[in-house]
């Protein structure tokens, strides 16, 4: 099925939508020819003759139904061995769930459902009203499905990365094409993430607005042949897809605009969209049946437009032959503005993750009905399809009460059902709920990492910490937060976490680590009591996006033991990913080819980080590394600090052990600015009575009240913050070798810090696809969510012993992005755990254990909820 699944993506993402406009007759475009030249790419395992064998399955066997050849056969090929339907809808066969992952994310889902239901339909003569199935396809396992009907928690959820953001757009695209001018113009000027731009050896520079432009006229032209609307409008297609070569279209644009209106207005179905009433889609009818109107309505329009037209070619509709080729470049087309949403690009780390993350709400304008579908759907359509008892939903912070306030009741009035409903009076009682029913999640606000942008070569630089304004946003937002549990007891008890999210490249623990404490510990003063009807006060917990992107495992781990010093988590807080705690090391660094590059200040933190640990945990081995490693740190240290201390300073030819440098590590939970004068003066004279004060020191970290007073370790915190040469020559590049004792040394302690984590009780957020995805494993069962918790997995009394058991939970992250759901992250584990292979070839896991393991995963999920 390797060679099909592949075929099937070379056809229907890869190939160039200007070939398939510029050729109708599909002898021409999809030759010998041209599917050796695509096939180099997708094939890249084979060898030339071995390419052309596969074309001539295609030829002989895949593009053949009923004696008729064309390319879209090749569709129910898959999807009969891997879809059923149940109750309406599409169902993935479990043991080919790993097979249908693996296309249908590159693909897309609709084009498989769309097209296995047309084949089916066309043979059974059966008529289709229902389209309005969940957004990601569930396996039919039914064991996996009885077992999440318990419950589940989701306690890693980012709202707006998890609405069907590809779809959305593609929708508000094709009925409002004529909008995205600015939009489309600061997308060409970014970076590129679909890898491949175009496999046409003759093509030229393609735009992606003017491939968008053409898919929003062959889709108006293709429902209007099988609506049997009249249309006088005509457009050059064949053209090259750019503003030059495609003139005419752009000329056009404007009547292509008009035509769509009109269809909105006679065929569109009509919503509610607050106190307005809008056409979401023309592709949605009027007449849609109420049962679609309870569910994932939103793509009705889109999906039954695939089907009618994937029926009229299983139904070798004459009529529509000469349509075929349109059909097949609109979903090229569509595939092409999918790589720019959805991360199918295979890249690595969370930098490409952000690109995407970043360019999420470009065509779902806020106030427009399309994003609040999107914030909508991500909540209410997740919660219909998935058992979910604890809802953590994650948003971001604002510097102010009032505006903090605002936000979350906006997003209160948009999560609800009822935000989006049928104009027909006689389906309201379906589609919506009372306006004062209680809201099914509750939020964590998660901070923004965010680079510091001020320049080291600047005199501000001599005055200014490290992220001294992101330290200063954090303060106003923290500070908000606070109020608004003192003032509102409603807004209050909606809010029961908090965050940092994004890059982690961009800020570390330290910067977060005076907004913690000061959150984690907050008590209300009472003061406003009389004004509540309860009088309560929720526990704020803390979680932290820590080791899932990083440089070197080791720094990797260090921010996780940072989340820990600095931000002081204890029992019941929980870090997010923590990959870097549990994947293969050798795998990693020999994915990494032995050899990094990274900025020397991470070089030498990650050194006397890692030599700090050896001692801590008595490891006696590698004495040879051990000793490169303090070599380095005396090299490193010299470079970037003993060189650039002030020459009239006292300490200008002093020696600093790694030990001092450490301890003057431990004081980044600090405020720096403690530090910035004064040394000989005790910090805690400089410090005033109000509670965001009292924060400024860490009273966890370090332990030893004797490190504050020593001056050497004050005077290298000083440093580390305030003088610019050290901030420049820290981002100079070095690259790094890894030998493999070093190797050796770094599995010892990220097993030790494994158990340090299992004593203290914290617990680690596992979000399968998203670590998948960005992280540097490219097999599901390598996921190291077993190498944490192993549990009625494993029978062996030795691998059960040797593992810490920590507390763990399957959670999606941003599902939209990754075009997931909470059931699936699930089944893809079970599958992957259930087709691991011992090293004698035989089955590694019984699926009954693998089922008892998922559902102690899940009860811990619930235990691990901040909801209380």
């Known amino acids: 099925m390797d060679n099909l699944r592949k075929s099937i993506r070379l056809l229907f993402a890869d190939f160039c939508p200007d070939k398939v406009l510029n050729l109708k007759d599909e002898e021409k475009y999809i030759n010998k020819q041209s599917f050796l ?28 139904f009923n004696h008729n050849k064309s390319i879209f056969n090749i569709l129910p090929h898959f999807n009969s061995k891997v879809l059923v ?5 599409p169902f993935v066969e479990y043991q080919h769930l790993l097979k249908w992952r693996d296309l249908s994310y590159f693909v897309g889902e609709d084009l498989l459902n769309c097209s296995h239901f047309a084949y ?14 969940r957004p990601t396809v569930f396996s039919n396992n039914k064991s996996l499905r009885t077992l999440l009907k318990k419950g589940l928690a989701e306690n890693h959820f980012h709202l707006k990365g998890s609405g069907p953001v590809f779809d959305l757009s593609w929708i508000n695209l094709m009925n409002n094409v004529n909008n995205f001018e600015k939009e489309f113009n600061e997308l060409e000027k970014d970076l590129t993430l679909l890898t491949k731009i175009t496999n046409a050896s003759d093509a030229s520079k393609k735009e992606l607005k003017i491939l968008v432009y053409k898919a929003s006229y062959i889709r108006l032209k293709l429902f209007n042949e099988i609506n049997n609307l009249n249309s006088q409008l ?32 006679d065929c569109g179905h009509r919503f509610r969209h607050f106190k307005n009433v809008e056409v979401l889609d023309y592709a949605i009818p009027k007449n849609i049946h109420i049962q679609n109107l309870s569910r994932s309505f939103i793509f009705y329009g889109e999906r039954k437009l695939l089907y009618d037209c994937f029926r009229k070619i299983y139904n070798q509709d004459k009529s529509f032959k000469k349509l075929e080729h349109l059909f097949h470049a609109y979903i090229l087309i569509k595939q092409r503005f999918r790589a720019e949403l959805i991360q199918v690009n295979n890249k690595v780390g969370f930098g490409n993750f952000s690109k995407y993350q970043d360019r999420k709400e470009k065509f779902l304008p806020d106030g427009s009905i399309y994003h609040t579908a999107f914030v909508n759907l991500a909540v209410n359509d997740t919660l219909i399809h998935n058992a979910i008892r604890s809802f953590e939903v994650r948003i971001a912070p604002k510097d102010e009460y009032n505006k903090l306030t605002q936000s979350i009741s906006s997003y209160n009035k948009t999560l609800r059902k009822n935000t989006i409903q049928s104009e027909k009076d006689f389906i309201y009682e379906l589609i919506t709920v009372k306006k004062d029913r209680k809201l099914n999640h509750f939020y964590t606000i998660h901070y923004i990492k965010k680079e510091d942008t001020l320049k080291p070569s600047k005199i501000s630089s001599y005055v200014t910490c490290r992220h001294a304004k992101l330290r200063k946003e954090i303060k106003y937002q923290s500070i908000a937060i606070s109020t608004l549990r003192e003032k509102s007891a409603k807004y209050s008890e909606s809010i029961r976490g908090i965050d940092a999210a994004s890059n982690e490249f961009s800020a570390s623990p330290e910067v977060f680590a005076q907004g913690f404490r000061y959150l984690k510990n907050h008590r209300l003063k009472g003061s406003l009591n009389h004004l509540k009807e309860v009088m309560s006060e929720h526990k704020m917990y803390a979680t932290y996006h820590a080791g899932e992107d990083f440089y070197d495992l080791v720094d990797g781990l260090r921010t996780i033991d940072e989340c820990i010093i600095f931000l002081n988590l204890a029992q019941g807080d929980r870090i997010g990913h923590a990959l870097a705690l549990g994947i293969n090391v050798r795998d990693y660094y020999q994915f990494k080819k032995n050899k990094l590059m990274l900025p020397k200040q991470i070089v030498l933190d990650n050194t006397v980080w890692l030599l700090a640990k050896i001692r801590k945990y008595g490891i006696d081995i590698c004495r040879n590394e051990v000793n490169r490693l303090e070599k380095l740190y005396e090299n490193l240290f010299s470079e970037l600090y003993q060189h650039n201390i002030d020459n009239e300073s006292v300490f200008k030819n002093k020696y600093f052990h790694q030990t001092v440098y450490y301890d003057a590590w431990k004081l980044r939970g600090d405020d720096p600015y403690l530090y910035f004068d004064n040394l000989d003066t005790d910090i805690y004279s400089k410090i005033n009575l109000t509670y965001w004060e009292r924060c400024r020191i860490n009273e966890e970290s370090p332990k030893s009240k004797n490190t504050r007073k020593n001056i050497d370790v004050k005077f290298l915190y000083q440093q580390y913050h305030f003088n610019p040469q050290i901030k ?49 494993f490219k097999k599901y069962a390598k996921h190291p969510i077993s190498k944490f918790f192993n549990l009625g997995l494993e029978t062996s009394p030795d691998l059960i012993k040797n593992c810490p058991q920590l507390s763990v939970s399957i959670n999606t992250d941003d599902q939209g992005i990754f075009s997931t759901s909470l059931e699936n992250e699930y089944a893809l584990i079970a599958i992957a755990m259930e087709k691991e292979k011992d090293e004698f070839g035989n089955r590694k896991y019984d699926s009954t254990m693998i089922f008892e393991w998922l559902d102690k995963i899940r009860q811990m999920g619930l235990e691990q909820s901040f909801k209380g």
């Not at 395992?45 to 064998?53: A, F, R």
């Not at 981002?731 to 050796?744: A, C, N, S």
Request: hydrophobic residues 35%; contains cysteine; proline residues 1%.
């Open 120 to 133: 089916t339909d066309v043979i059974s003569y059966r008529r289709r009203d229902f389209f309005s199935w």
């Open 234 to 265: 005509e457009i050059d297609l064949s053209k090259d897809s750019n503003v030059i070569d495609s003139n005419d279209l752009i000329i056009k644009l404007s009547e292509l605009d008009q035509e769509i209106r009109l269809n909105k207005k």
């Open 85 to 89: 339907e149940e109750n309406l809808e």
């Open 728 to 776: 420049i020559q820290g981002k100079l590049i070095k690259q790094f070798e890894i030998t493999h004792d070093y190797m050796r040394l770094v599995e010892v302690v990220q097993e030790k810090m494994m158990y340090d984590i299992k004593i203290k009780n914290i617990a680690i957020e596992c979000n399968p696809t998203s670590n998948y995805l960005i992280g540097t």
């Open 37 to 64: 030249e695509n096939g180099f790419h997708s094939f890249s395992n084979y060898s030339l003759d071995e390419i052309q064998n596969i074309f001539t399955k295609l030829e002989t066997d895949w593009f053949l």
